[in-house]
């Protein structure tokens, strides 16, 4: 029931974004729509429910915007991409004013009608949002904004150091299936990950002329899979929550695989020996955005929630309880100052548009491969099928 469920899902989310994509007009909220942007952020409704990542909307950031605006907050935690976008169509999506998206989730959001359009114009620290990611193609369709930037950062590669020696420079160490660390390795439990598998064999592999992670035809498709499945009897745990990932790697039971900055911070402070690399192959990674419902209940206190985490003390705040990196570029000297310029500049990269380049940020895969190969891509329902095919979910 439950693969059948998300093939349907799938099949429908990617029919909308594949019309949105090809220039579908629609209503307030689709592609191109009329925006009807308000002109003004109204009193607060005294309510916020909010679906989020773990770790995004801690107390000693959310208490102050309570107390400072009177919405008070209730947040769902969403463990991926998709069950994100699951939550935001509950109820004909009137149950959440919004949600942290990634790239992965927001084009599938904004073509569904599922989000509203925002005016940055009333978001007073958007100027001050790096610009590329100011306008990005994962929130911004015909020049329609459809929320605001929160943190960005790498899907690296994480392990324990007193047991995986020499330091790991490549993917190999969790991909392949003869890897001395077979049985103690992690995967991050989403078909998102599919493009991590694409992203090594681009280096290793050639011959399959993989241009894009996301947009794979079905023989460049096929061998991430194959890889994959052939990697799959040396997988201890496919995880989504953080905790997924920590208690293992805490009992030695996991020792390398994919890992969040979160991930590497929670297990710093519990003083378990890992560190984090970006291997030679590159990374992928994710941009958030803070999209609102299309049907939020408290759109005014959404907008205050936009508006507050917007600005560079709150991406502060976050960064550095997170691990993450700020999109408004006043955060680094906050970081730089607490954190100093060498762990601002070198492991955050504030402000750093040529690190950002370098990761491959998160998006839906479309039969439509974005260049002259046209509709020759597999998309995301196959890509779907096939991750819960690998993992037995």
């Not at 020696?165 to 995967?187: I, Q, R």
């Not at 969040?260 to 003083?271: C, G």
């Amino acid at each position: 029931m439950k693969r059948s469920f998300l093939a349907l899902s799938m099949a429908s989310a990617l029919a909308l974004l594949a019309g949105a994509c090809g220039g579908g007009g629609g209503g307030a909220g689709s592609a191109g729509g009329n925006a009807n942007l308000p002109d003004k952020v109204g009193k607060g409704e005294g309510a916020l429910k909010l679906i989020a990542w773990d770790g995004y909307t801690e107390p000693q950031w959310v208490k102050p915007f309570e107390q400072k605006t009177g919405c008070n907050v209730s947040v769902t935690v969403g463990t991926t991409s998709d069950d994100m976008v699951r939550l935001m169509r509950q109820g004909g999506g009137s149950v959440y004013d919004g949600v942290s998206a990634s790239g992965d989730a927001t084009n599938r959001l904004i073509a569904g009608g599922d989000v509203a359009p925002v005016n940055i114009k009333l978001i007073p620290s958007f100027k001050q949002v790096i610009p590329s990611l100011q306008s990005p193609p994962h929130n911004t369709v015909d020049g329609v904004h459809y929320g605001v930037p929160y943190m960005w950062g790498p899907n690296f590669l994480m392990y324990r150091t007193d047991i995986v020696k020499p330091a790991p420079d490549s993917w190999s160490v969790a991909l392949e299936a003869n890897s001395p660390y077979a049985g103690k390795v992690t995967d991050y439990d989403s078909p998102i990950y599919i493009a991590d598998a694409a992203l090594y064999l681009k280096t290793h592999r050639p011959d399959l002329k993989i241009t894009d992670p996301y947009e794979l035809t079905q023989d460049q498709f096929n061998a991430a899979i194959d890889l994959l499945q052939k990697q799959h009897p040396g997988v201890a745990k496919y995880w989504s929550l953080v905790g997924d990932e920590t208690g293992p790697f805490k009992s030695g039971d996991i020792v390398v695989g994919t890992a969040w900055p979160v991930n590497e911070q929670t297990l710093l402070a519990d003083k378990v020996p890992v560190a984090a690399v970006v291997p030679k192959e590159g990374v992928t990674g994710w941009a958030d955005t803070w999209m609102m419902s299309a049907h939020a209940k408290h759109p005014n206190c959404m907008y205050m929630w936009m508006q507050y985490t917007t600005t560079a003390k709150v991406q502060a705040q976050v960064a550095e309880s997170y691990g993450a990196t700020p999109s408004n570029a006043q955060s680094c000297p906050i970081l730089q100052k607490d954190l100093g310029a060498d762990t601002t500049n070198n492991v955050y990269h504030c402000g750093d548009a040529t690190y950002l380049k370098s990761i491959a940020l998160w998006k839906t895969p479309l039969a439509e491969c974005g260049d002259a190969r046209g509709s020759t891509c597999v998309d995301y329902n196959t890509w779907t099928q096939k991750w819960l095919d690998i993992t037995g979910a």
